[in-house]
């Protein structure tokens, strides 16, 4: 394992160790660059998760303090939690479910292919799915994705088996236990799934990928990579040419550090990378690193979500087994028929009885709500995830008095519906009632979003400088040698659960930057 | 398929001599003991009458009827304890009870523990669910009840899987009513 100087100004450093960091981590120093990851969180691994859902929540989940506004109604019922995301070595690929789709063509040109959506911010990416297949198919290579490669799909688990009896009923033609990264069979030194059922508080068994104990010790091995945890950082620094040289971190203990770079790729998930960008403004850059179109922070999405639950007769215990392996796809396509543009997925989903309690109906009381949980074991429940519209004024921003435990601005999350992201709610709310009253269900339950798992958007990719924040490489438009790599450079959030796109866009950003080096472009 | 037995309780035993409460609770000194002698609790802080009320308000929020008083009262051991080391949190308490209560006795002329119906004790909840005391109870209970692991057994909820080898070979794809 490496360990490099904070002088050495030879350097990538990356801040964040999630599904893009993590996997550039790996993918930069397999090729031979010395790398180093900066991450705010621990380190642990399969042997420390444990299935408690409260007890993990403490363990791994980012809680620095953030504020909420807009008209969503997390930021009524959870308003200093507007996402549920992790800090901790493998980020967010700590806590994810495992699906694992690849976007569709016409996702990629949304703005083509919706036209001009009053009230959104619509751009098309400057890539498509021609030039993203070899990327995506290397990405499912190396989580070993369920149902590509000659891997077989999961089993599925008693919650799937309702849902894909009703989506047969529904006249669905396409579902399945979903491409899924987690292994249905030995693969690549982990074992394979033994259907535990906390997909969400770090996989026990270590079946599901994530880049914190996967994809790092990789990099690791080759000697090329260091991967540095507590350490936050506050600020990237800049010198008089404009030029990103290096990057101040807070370690476990507060005590400030500086680490010099030759290239510095920002990976903080889309509030905390927005909102580092923000934080290092300068006297060169005013209105913070990269920022010159005034893009940095907006556009925030968070994918239109919701939840159904439905009680039947008799007991499903829909959390024994894959949180996450069963998917509808039937709804995901653009079919403006329904009223409103682009899809959404369904995706079997359960969760324990106590998250169950907080998020089924979020400060619902009384015996209509205990009758509800008293039904938990004859609960199925599916997740809604779709793309919702970019808008200008869903934004990142920092908050103009509070501040965090290391004195820097912390971030505030605006977030509101548009019109689109309402009706596609709605319409699936409808189709998934359809299918489980279609097998039997007494009772559903709209259950609204969760605190954001999905947070994309906020470093937009543009095919013109003053669209966006990064190039179709994810390198920003005013510096050179500064990167984005994770989630918050998605033009748009496509149907698909991301973390397989940031995976594929971080290999490719590996290669590019490692030519960049060797030709010394940067 | 592996279903669950969701009985099965444990119980423990109180001599009672107090006072009992309209709805079985009883209150002797500071201790509050539950129907059927099962559990019994001591709230020097707040005092047995209060205490009582504030068990009450818990169950109504998460009315289960298959759960002993007690689960409720653990939530409300927790406000004690916060009031033993806050005043300023203590004498919120203790006023906003009084507001609850006088709102009881104006529409149904007992105090709230002492209302035997609960739509009305209900009713009353609603009139006052933005009392900064009702809804310490109600976060407390949303988190604190549910994840009781006490509880769980009743609910069909399992829990921990992973030292048990996951579901595996325990059911998870064992439904067989569809």
């Known amino acids: 394992m490496a360990k490099f100087s904070k002088n050495d100004d030879s350097l990538v450093v990356i801040i964040g160790s999630g599904a ?201 091995a080759t000697g090329k990579l260091e991967c540095r945890s507590n350490s936050q950082v506050l600020k990237i620094e800049h010198d008089k040419n404009g030029k990103v040289n290096g990057v101040v971190y807070a370690d476990k203990d507060g005590k400030v550090h500086k680490q010099k770079a030759r290239i510095v790729c920002v990976a903080g998930n889309s509030i905390e990378s927005p909102r580092l960008l923000l934080n290092s403004e300068s006297s060169m850059f005013k209105n913070g690193l990269a920022n010159s179109s005034g893009q940095v922070g907006r556009n925030y999405m968070r994918h239109m979500t919701a939840s159904t639950y439905a009680i039947f007769e008799k007991p499903v215990y829909m959390y024994r087994g894959t949180t996450m392996a069963g998917i509808i796809q039937d709804e995901s396509i653009n079919d403006t028929r329904r009223g409103f543009v682009g899809g959404y997925e369904l995706e079997t989903l359960a969760l324990g009885l106590p998250f169950m309690a907080a998020f089924l109906d979020p400060g619902q009381w009384g015996r209509e709500f205990a009758a509800s949980m008293e039904g938990y074991d004859r609960m199925a429940g599916l997740w809604i995830v779709g793309e919702d519209m970019p808008q200008s004024n869903n934004r990142v921003t920092l908050h103009k008095k509070i501040k965090d435990q290391h004195g820097m601005p912390i971030p505030n999350v605006n977030f509101s519906d548009h019109e689109n992201d309402i009706k596609m709610r709605n319409h699936a709310w409808k189709q998934s009632i359809a299918l489980y009253e279609s097998v039997g269900a007494n009772k559903t339950i709209k259950t609204p979003p969760y605190p954001s798992t999905h947070n994309l958007g906020t470093n937009r990719m543009s095919a013109k400088a003053s669209d966006g924040v990064v190039n179709k490489y994810g390198q920003t438009w005013d510096v050179k040698n500064l990167f984005v790599s994770d989630g918050s450079q998605f033009t748009t959030g496509a149907a698909e659960n991301p973390t397989l796109t940031i995976v594929a866009l971080a290999m490719r950003q590996a290669e590019y930057i490692a030519k960049q080096m060797s030709s010394k472009a940067i | 398929m592996r279903v669950l037995n969701k009985k099965a309780i444990s119980r423990r035993s109180f001599l009672k001599t107090g006072t009992v409460t309209a709805l079985g609770l009883t209150i002797m000194g500071p201790m509050v003991i539950g129907k059927n002698n099962a559990w019994a609790a001591t709230f020097k802080t707040l005092g047995a009458d209060d205490a009582a009320t504030l068990i009450q308000m818990a169950r109504d929020c998460y009315p289960h009827d298959f759960l002993a008083d007690k689960y409720y009262a653990k939530v409300i051991e927790g406000i004690e304890a916060q009031a033993g080391k806050d005043k300023a949190f203590k004498s919120m308490v203790s006023k906003e009870l009084k507001k609850i209560n006088s709102s009881a006795k104006k529409h149904y002329k007992v105090n709230y523990k002492d209302i035997n119906r609960e739509l009305e004790r209900t009713d009353i909840l609603k009139k006052n669910s933005k009392s900064p005391l009702f809804k310490k109870v109600q976060g407390d209970l949303v988190v604190g009840l549910y994840n009781n692991q006490e509880v769980w057994p009743k609910f069909g909820y399992e829990g921990e899987s992973a030292s048990k080898g996951g579901y595996m070979n325990r059911g998870f794809n064992d439904i067989d009513w569809l």
């Open chain 1, 20 to 220: 893009g960091g993590g996997v550039l981590g790996m993918e930069l120093a397999m090729k031979g660059v010395k790398t180093v990851i900066l991450e705010a969180g621990g380190r642990h691994g399969p042997q420390d998760f444990v299935n408690d859902e409260w007890g993990s929540f403490g363990q791994i989940s980012w809680l620095d303090k953030r504020t909420t506004s807009g008209d969503w109604r997390v930021s009524r019922d959870f308003s200093g939690l507007p996402s549920w995301i992790v800090k901790a070595v493998g980020g967010s690929t700590i806590h994810w479910a495992g699906a694992s789709l690849r976007f569709q063509d016409h996702e990629w040109k949304a703005r083509t292919t919706y036209g001009d959506v009053k009230g959104a911010s619509l751009l098309d990416w400057p890539i498509d799915g021609k030039e993203m297949a070899p990327w995506y198919a290397r990405a499912e290579d190396h989580m070993g994705t369920t149902g590509t490669n000659g891997i077989p799909r999961l089993p599925g688990n008693n919650n799937y088996k309702v849902f894909a009896a009703g989506a047969k009923k529904m006249g669905y033609k396409q579902f399945h236990t979903g491409n899924m990264s987690i292994n249905s069979q030995p693969r690549d030194g982990r074992g394979a799934c033994q259907q535990i059922g906390f997909c969400f508080q770090g996989c026990k068994s270590g079946a599901k990928w994530s880049s914190g104990y996967v994809s790092i010790p990789k990099g690791e």
